[in-house]
Nanobody
């Protein structure tokens, strides 16, 4: 499985961005896809994940109500819609894939994309 993340950029606080993660490999549709982020000087942290069939999701508390994760199975793509962005959302965002059901720990993810930078200005 290979993952390609995109959609990052510079946005003002209060704005929105949509990140995309395109997966390749014939088994991609069997994997939970998660989004993580690493802010400057901090550890990589979990943001949100969606099940292989798109039917279940889980998100970290600090982003609940501001983000929506979705999955287009036909296009092998997972989107992370982020609204009401805050300066503390500034980070490199990574998508990853795991067989673990809605995993939230980095250690359970087997495949990682290259990351896309989100910068939120005040």
């Amino acid at each position: 499985v290979q993952l390609q993340a995109s959609g990052g950029g510079l946005v003002q606080a209060g704005g929105s961005l949509r990140l995309s993660c395109v997966g390749s490999g014939r088994t991609f549709s069997n994997y939970t896809v998660g989004w993580f982020r690493r802010a400057p000087g901090k550890e990589r942290e979990f943001v949100s994940a969606i099940s292989w069939n798109g039917g279940s999701t889980v998100s970290e508390n600090s982003v609940k109500g501001r983000i929506t994760i979705s999955r287009d199975i036909a296009k092998n793509t997972v989107h992370l819609e982020m609204n009401s962005l805050k300066t503390e959302d500034t980070a490199v965002y990574y998508c990853a894939a795991t067989r673990n059901w809605l995993g939230q720990r980095t250690s359970v993810y087997d495949y990682w994309g290259q990351g896309t930078l989100v910068t939120v200005s005040s």
